[in-house]
């Protein structure tokens, strides 16, 4: 009698796609898992103060009451409608000054002395700034936002156009491409991977900034639940905000990256 392989399977089907997608998610959870149970047993066996951090199970269960009585969904609503204003308008700004950076010598060299200066003033050392001249609206924390997602977004633009292979455009001139044809088929679609690149960067930076400019003249936003919590000692309030913007920020990265593969499909892969 015979006994019958069973062989795994195939990685075409619909369970092969299936378990290569679980171990993937299993292989990128281990460290986060492993995070999570050292913050729920550290303060449970005495290791750090529980006053100070609470078990996880704890802040869950703050963050769920947060969830349901509607105050988390009022906070998250008011950050993200300012951190995405300020994003899409450094997308909108910054991708088509650096295309005309990157492309145009005469423009690099009248602006890289003015770039050079403000690229290295730190976002938040010009908060005082924006609340003097824009007021502490939000006019002010937008146009932060706008400030500290337009530098990598048009510094990684400059970089991608610059980088694309000489001998590409050499080729494409060759072929009797005039400048737009030859910026549309062969510079744009190059350069996306690094504009991408800085998009994902200015993302993430965008909710970095935006938490430390809500601490100043906010009534709404996870910038102000986080310090308002801290100022009333509200520990698992805090530390809810702080996972909140830690999934937002997961998303809005992950969001971005499928992006870049929608719009890099000649690509081979696109690592998250």
Known sequence: MTVPVVSPPAAGTWSGRLLGYATRLAHRSVAVLALAAVWELAPRAGLVDRVFLPPLSEVLVTWFELLRNGQLAEHVAASMTRSFAGLALAVVTAIPLGLLIGWYRPLANLL??????????????????????????????????????????????????????????????????????????????????????????????????????????????????????????AITDMYSGIITISAIGLLVNQLLVAGERRFSTWRVDVAA
């Open 112 to 233: 890289s002395p003015l770039l050079e200066v403000f690229r290295n003033t730190a976002a938040l050392a010009l908060l005082p700034v924006f609340v003097l001249i824009l007021g502490l609206g939000e006019t002010s924390k937008i146009a932060l936002v706008l400030y500290a997602c337009s530098w990598p977004i048009l510094l990684n633009t400059i970089a991608g156009v610059k980088g694309v292979d000489p001998l590409l455009v050499r080729s494409a001139r060759s072929m009797g491409l005039n400048h737009l044809r030859l910026f549309q088929k062969v510079i744009l679609p190059a350069a996306v991977p690094t504009i991408f690149t800085g998009v994902r960067l200015a993302g993430a930076y965008s909710i970095l900034v935006l938490v430390a400019a809500e601490m100043v003249g906010a009534k709404a936003g996870l910038g102000y639940l986080i310090n308002y919590a801290q100022y009333n000692f």
